[in-house]
Nanobody
Framework: QVQLVESGGGLVQAGGSLRLSCAASGSIFRINEMGWYRQTPENQRALVARITSGGSTYATGRFTISRDDAKNMVFLEMSSLKPEDTAVYYC???????????????WGQGTQVTVSS
């Protein structure tokens, strides 16, 4: 099995920065796309940033995504945070467990980010 564990969330003042981390463990042959999503009680889970295995990235606004394949980790750098960035942030990875298998989707448990005004 594969497990994803996020860390780095917390309470920050508006204008501040946070760095989220997500580490995958378990039986992993390769990780394809990695991404970060966020969800509030009022909204569906929405894409924040993603990065391909080749390093191509997409990120909204003030966020930057990066990855460390040697450690099976993905990071989200968030700057100039605003109260509307408050949400639970989830990482997602497309993991290939064996060379002959298609990638499977795995999610972390989520980490709370709260931005105070």
């Amino acid at each position: 099995q594969v497990q994803l564990v996020e860390s780095g969330g917390g309470l920050v003042q508006a204008g501040g920065s946070l760095r989220l981390s997500c580490a995958a463990s378990g039986s992993i042959f390769r990780i394809n796309e990695m991404g970060w999503y966020r969800q509030t009680p009022e909204n569906q889970r929405a894409l924040v940033a993603r990065i391909t295995s080749g390093g191509s990235t997409y990120a909204t606004g003030r966020f930057t995504i990066s990855r460390d394949d040697a450690k099976n980790m993905v990071f989200l750098e968030m700057s100039s945070l605003k109260p509307e960035d408050t949400a639970v942030y989830y990482c997602k990875m497309m993991v290939v467990i064996e060379p002959s298998q298609y990638p499977r989707q795995y999610w972390g448990q989520g980490t709370q980010v709260t931005v105070s005004s």
